[in-house]
């Protein structure tokens, strides 16, 4: 979501927000704009659409300044157009905000008894608005703008920039990631690391409710109640922080084939030998009565997916909940309950929320995140990152086959600690899980036939994906996947329930894409791809050899896969899912990389 960032340099500011800002179009927006102080002057620039508009724009109208501030919007309060677009400016005051104010009405009605009247419809301008009220009743730039920060309710990441101020910017964060960025004799501020990649390697993370007062030459940090702290500057990766398409039309196409490589780093990441190695602090399993998973989208279907494994091998039992339903249940977290999150991001606002109802129920918080310095991963007991690499593309693709290998081995971990899995039966699946790469590989190799059948699927206006067991999941996710990146109607059933409702939906029409590997449910999965077939439906069969043998000529297309481990499957089978999708979009002519209305990193509620 929302993406921002902050250069305090010696040279021209604004090519360099708008690079940084590039870095952030995989959080999704649909507006960008960027603030600078020229020898005093405050001024600014937006545009709606992609950030080449905003490129145009200064091409026309250059904003001099070698302090600045930047934004990418995606539209909460208020359509999406350039009276709504960051900075906000209210005379000498323009910020930028990630999140959402939730007393900006009552902020709003006290300034409107002060004759002071917004002229947006967003929630972000009464943060400028507040701060230039304080400012007239003679607060200085940085009181005024922590006298803001007080009296906001909600989530919020923010950067003010002053007019006649060309070496300050106040900075602070409250339920939405910020990290500070320190050059040589100049400072940044970004959303995230990626952002700042290109400027420097060495990062700050502003904690829950830290305010910063910026410099060039200093970086002064309040926390929440406002004592003076310090927090660790880190080192970041520079290879880590790349982003850029190796050569692909999109980068889902390039994460999609990433996928045996990143899975493989992260297999030599997790096994020795036949040891997994995971945390210390991870709980004794065999003491643990239950788990609670959470997580939104894709990374929930990587929960459900998860729960079929810790309950048929560890047998453990398992409950998994969407995050942004699971705290107002006020579910009851018995003892002997561990906590796992999983988020690609770890900023998820609802997962963090969730996280933060549970830390002091569960007895232990274990989160599964592709950040290592991500909110969630700090504020859990035991971290497993997914070793994904940076994901551009907002449709999950390597981040979800590597949460689920994550999950795979905690699940296998759990099994032996618990004495439901043998020494011999790990070592099988750890070398079945190690030869993993090599099928992926394989499965891309059939990416010609798999975009054939996209293009054909692209032509309907409704898909239906079913599938069983571990399957059933993967349909969810196949779903998932179609729908937000070509615009497709699409849902998913387990297979069983077919008969219960949506076949209904079954005519000639509506292709149905039917998940089902060789294994000890495919017959039954068959007799309900026969029920489809009987009433006109077009079955596209992801199976194997002895799948598509068995299943008979009469299937409208058969995608056939190799041969795998039962367990394995989810991970292999999340490819043709994903492939389908992709091919389907770009038959479409969508925005494959970044779709319309959505975010990579959804840090609101």
Same mark, same amino acid.
């Given at each position: ?12 500011a604004?090519?360099?927000l ?10 999704g ?19 709606? %659409? @992609? ?9 026309? +109208? ?16 208020? /359509? ?23 007393n900006? @009405? ?15 419809e967003?929630?972000s ?22 006298a ?14 002053? $007019? ?6 106040v /900075? ?6 910020? *990290? ?16 700042? =990649? ?11 409710g $830290? ?15 406002? +004592? ?12 880590? *922080?790349?982003?850029? @398409?190796a050569?692909?039309?999109h ?7 990433e ?39 894709t ?22 909940d969407? /995050? ?41 918080? !274990? ?7 991500s909110?969630? =991963? ?9 070793h994904?690499?940076?994901?551009? %593309? !907002? ?15 905690l ?16 070592h ?12 992926? +590989?394989a ?35 196949? *779903? ?25 939906l079954?005519d ?30 077009k079955?596209?069969?992801i199976?194997d050899?002895a799948?598509?043998?068995a ?10 896969m ?21 091919h ?7 925005? !494959? ?10 840090? !609101?509620?």
């Open positions: 979501m929302c993406g921002i960032v902050g250069v305090l340099g010696q040279h021209e604004a090519p360099l708008v690079e940084a800002l590039k870095r952030l179009e995989y959080r927006y649909d507006s960008a704009g960027i603030a600078t102080v020229n020898n005093g002057a405050l001024d600014r620039r937006r545009a709606v %659409g @992609k950030l080449v508009n905003l490129s145009d724009l200064l091409v026309h +109208n250059p904003l001099p300044g070698k302090s600045g501030i930047g934004h990418t919007r995606w539209a909460t309060h208020g /359509a999406p157009n350039t009276a709504n677009a960051h900075p906000h400016q209210s005379g000498p005051v323009a910020v930028v905000h990630n999140g959402i104010i939730e900006f @009405k009552e902020l709003r009605a006290e300034l409107a008894d002060h004759q002071i009247t917004p002229q947006t967003t929630d301008e009464t943060i400028a608005l507040l701060t230039h009220h304080y400012m007239q009743q003679g607060m200085s730039h940085v009181d005024a703008a922590r803001c920060l007080s009296r906001l309710e909600g989530a919020f990441a923010l950067a003010f920039l002053f $007019d006649g101020e060309d070496d300050l910017i /900075a602070a964060r409250k339920g939405s990631p910020l *990290a500070i960025g320190h050059g040589e004799g100049e400072m940044y501020v970004g959303s995230d690391a990626i952002a700042l =990649a290109p400027l420097t390697d060495r990062v700050t993370y502003l904690e829950e $830290d305010c910063t007062i910026l410099t060039r030459q200093t970086l002064d940090i309040f926390d929440e109640s406002g +004592n003076r702290v310090t927090r660790d500057m880190r080192q970041i990766s520079m290879d880590a *922080a790349r982003v850029d @398409k050569g692909f039309k980068f889902m196409a390039k994460e999609i084939a996928q045996p490589t990143v899975l493989a780093d992260a297999l030599r990441a997790y096994l020795d030998g036949n040891r997994i190695v995971l945390p210390e602090a991870l709980p004794d399993f065999a003491k643990v009565d239950r788990l609670t998973m959470v997580a939104c989208g990374a929930f279907y990587a929960c459900l997916t998860a729960k079929y494994w810790f309950e048929q091998i560890a047998r453990l039992p398992v409950e998994v969407v /995050a942004s339903e699971f705290r107002y249940r006020e579910p009851p977290i018995p003892t002997g309950t561990t906590a796992v999150f999983v988020s690609q991001s770890g900023e998820t606002a609802d997962t963090l929320a969730a996280l933060r109802y549970c830390r002091t129920k569960a007895d232990t918080i !274990v989160s599964v995140v592709n950040v290592a310095e909110s969630i =991963a700090r504020e859990s007991d035991v971290s497993l990152p997914i994904a690499g940076v994901e551009v %593309g !907002v449709a999950s693709t390597k981040a979800f086959t590597c949460q689920l290998n994550t999950l795979l081995l699940a296998l971990h759990a099994a032996t600690q618990r004495g439901t899995l043998t020494k011999d039966a790990l099988t699946t750890l070398t079945n899980l190690r030869a993993l790469p090599g099928l992926f +590989n499965t891309l190799d059939r990416d010609p036939a798999i975009a054939r059948t996209a293009q054909k699927i692209a032509e309907a206006r409704d898909v239906l994906f079913l599938g069983r067991g571990l399957m059933y999941p993967l349909a969810l996710e196949g *779903a998932l996947k179609l729908k937000e990146i070509s615009y497709i109607h699409a849902e998913a059933y387990a297979s069983g329930e077919l008969k219960h409702g949506p076949i209904a079954i000639k029409t509506v292709p149905v894409v039917v998940m089902a590997p060789r294994d000890a449910l495919f017959e039954k999965t068959v007799s309900n791809m026969h029920e489809v077939m009987a009433r006109g439906g079955v596209c069969l199976t050899a799948g598509a043998e299943a008979g000529e009469d299937v409208w297309r058969t995608l056939i190799p041969e795998i481990d039962p367990i394995l499957s989810p991970l292999l089978y999340a490819l043709p899912a994903q492939l389908l999708a992709y389907a979009a770009v038959a479409k002519g969508t925005d !494959v990389d970044q779709p319309r209305n959505l975010a990579k990193s959804v840090t !609101v509620e």
